[in-house]
């Protein structure tokens, strides 16, 4: 197989690590970094994460 321009051995795109590597190096966030995040409320996820301890709980108990 040859080896296309710009691409490692392996067929990596060198030019897109090498843009990844310079944002990250400069505290970039990165395709994912805040995107995510920003829509996340905190408080509520903890919310659910307790009711589903205690659904599985209740769920355990009825088990056995």
């Known amino acids: 197989m040859?080896?296309?321009?710009n691409q490692s051995?392996?067929?990596?795109n060198i030019q897109q690590?090498?843009?990844?590597?310079?944002?990250?190096a400069k505290g970039g966030q990165g395709q994912y970094g805040t995107?995510?995040?920003?829509e996340?409320?905190?408080q509520e996820v903890r919310q659910q994460n307790q009711?589903?301890?205690a659904r599985k709980g209740q769920n355990s108990?009825?088990?056995r």
């Open 17 to 24: 690590v090498r843009q990844q590597n310079a944002q990250s």
């Open 61 to 63: 108990g009825q088990q």
């Open 51 to 53: 009711q589903a301890e």
């Open 9 to 12: 051995q392996a067929g990596t």
């Open 40 to 42: 996340t409320n905190a």
């Open 2 to 5: 040859a080896k296309q321009p």
């Open 35 to 38: 995107e995510f995040a920003s």
